[in-house]
C-alpha cells in the first residue's frame, strides 16, 4: 500500500511538470514561471541560463518515471555471492545490470547476503528470495531430494581447482592421515562432496572423521587458530591461507565438477516467465560487459575481495562462466546425485533432467 501510495505521489507530481511545460497556463502560473526565469538569468547574468534548468527538468523527470516503476511492482530479491571468486555476481552489482534490466518491468532488486546452500533454498522455497544466483548444485539436488519446488534455470560456473582442502601442516599426506581428525567446512556444499568424495578415495566415510559444519571464514579462523586439523576452503581465503604457507591436501580436480549454477522456485517461473527471461537476457549482459572491458572488471573484483589484482588474474583461470547448460553439465551433475545418495547425503533419488528448466 506504502508502495502504490508513493507511486499515485510521483505520478501527480509527474503530471503537474507536464502541465507546467504546456502552452495554456494561467497569468499566475506565467508569472511564476517568468519569475524563476529572471531570477535565474540574474544569478547567471546569461539569458541562457533557462536552458540548462529545462534539462535539469527533464532529467529529473526521467528519474522520477525510473523511481516509479522501480515501486510499481515490489521488489526482486537476487543473492549476492562474492566466494568463491564470482566475477560476475560482483561486476553485475557494481553495473546495476539487474536493477537497470528490473526496472524496466517496474521492479526495484534486493540483494540477500545468504550464502550457504541450505540457507539459499529455504529463503527460495518461503518466497523471500526469488533468484539464486550461484548456488551449488550439491544444494539443489540436497534440496529436491527433500521435495523443495526448484529449478535450475542457467549455469553460474564450474570451478574444480578453485575448492580446496587445506592441513594445518604437512603430516596430512592421504585420506588414511585424517582419520580421526577434526575437519572444518560448509555441510552440504561442494566443498562438502569434495571432503566426502576424498575419504571414498580410500574407502572411508564422514564417520571416519570428526566433520564440523561451519561457514568458509569460521573455518579458516578455526585452521589458523589451530582448533581443527584440516578446513574446507574456497576463493580469495583459500588464495590467502595458501600464501601464508597453509598445505593444500588436495583440490576438487577428480573429485567434483564443482558445478555452481542459478535457480528459481518452479512456481516463480511459472507465473512470472518474463522476469525469468529478463533475469537470463541480464545474466547474459553481465557475461558480455566482463568480455569488453576484463581489465575492469578484475579491478572491480579486486577492491571487492580485498585482493590485489594480480592475485585476481592469478585466480580468474580456474573459472568457466559460460552460462549455458551442457550435456556435460547434466552428467556430471547426475554423477554428483548418485555420490550424494550413495554417502547418505540424500534419502530420495533425483532426477536431474527434471531440474533443468526448458524454455519453450
Known amino acids: 500500500m506504502k508502495k502504490r501510495a508513493m507511486a499515485l505521489v510521483l505520478t501527480a507530481a509527474l503530471a503537474a511538470m507536464s502541465l507546467a511545460g504546456c502552452g495554456g497556463q494561467s497569468k499566475e502560473e506565467s508569472e511564476g514561471t517568468a519569475a ?6 540574474a544569478e547567471d547574468g546569461d539569458s541562457k541560463t533557462a536552458e540548462p534548468a529545462a534539462a535539469d527538468s527533464g532529467q529529473a523527470e526521467e528519474d522520477m518515471t525510473a523511481a516509479i516503476l522501480a515501486e510499481e511492482n515490489g521488489t526482486i530479491s537476487v543473492t549476492y555471492v562474492k566466494s568463491p571468486l564470482n566475477v560476475p555476481s560482483i561486476v553485475e552489482k557494481d553495473q546495476e545490470i539487474f536493477a537497470k534490466k528490473f526496472g524496466t518491468l517496474g521492479y526495484g532488486v534486493a540483494y540477500s547476503d545468504l550464502t550457504t546452500g541450505p540457507e539459499q533454498t529455504q529463503a527460495l ?7 539464486l544466483y550461484a548456488v551449488g548444485a550439491t544444494s539443489v539436488i540436497l534440496a529436491a ?3 523443495a519446488d526448484i529449478k535450475i534455470i542457467s549455469i553460474y560456473s564450474r570451478s574444480p581447482e578453485a575448492f580446496k582442502l587445506f592441513g594445518k601442516d604437512d603430516s596430512i599426506q592421504s585420506p588414511e592421515d585424517l582419520r ?7 555441510k552440504g556444499t561442494i566443498l562438502h562432496e569434495l571432503l566426502v568424495a576424498y575419504l571414498a578415495g580410500a574407502g572411508m566415510t564422514e564417520e571416519d572423521i570428526e566433520f564440523v559444519s561451519m561457514g568458509i571464514p569460521d573455518s579458516q579462523a578455526a585452521l589458523a587458530g589451530g582448533s581443527v586439523d584440516a578446513a574446507l576452503l574456497a576463493g580469495p581465503t583459500a588464495y590467502n591461507m595458501e600464501k601464508d604457507g597453509f598445505p593444500v591436501i588436495t583440490d576438487g580436480t577428480g573429485l567434483t565438477e564443482a558445478t555452481i549454477v542459478v535457480a528459481a522456485s518452479g512456481a516463480y517461473i511459472e507465473e512470472h516467465p518474463d522476469e525469468v527471461k529478463a533475469f537470463l537476457e541480464a545474466q547474459k549482459e553481465v557475461l558480455d560487459a566482463i568480455e569488453a572491458d576484463e581489465e575492469g572488471a578484475m579491478e572491480v573484483t579486486a577492491q571487492e575481495t580485498e585482493l590485489t589484482a594480480d592475485a585476481v588474474k592469478e585466480m580468474y583461470p580456474m573459472y568457466d562462466f559460460d552460462m549455458v547448460i551442457r550435456d556435460s553439465d547434466i552428467e ?4 554428483t ?3 550424494m ?11 536431474i533432467e527434471s531440474l533443468i528448466w526448458k524454455a519453450e
Open 36 to 41: 524563476v526565469q529572471t531570477t535565474a538569468e
Open 125 to 131: 522455497a518461503s518466497g523471500d528470495i526469488q533468484f
Open 145 to 147: 531430494s527433500n521435495e
Open 180 to 186: 580421526g581428525r577434526k575437519v572444518a567446512g560448509p
Open 332 to 335: 556430471a551433475m547426475k554423477k
Open 337 to 339: 546425485e548418485v555420490f
Open 341 to 351: 545418495k550413495e554417502n547418505g547425503m540424500i534419502e530420495n533419488d533425483v532426477d
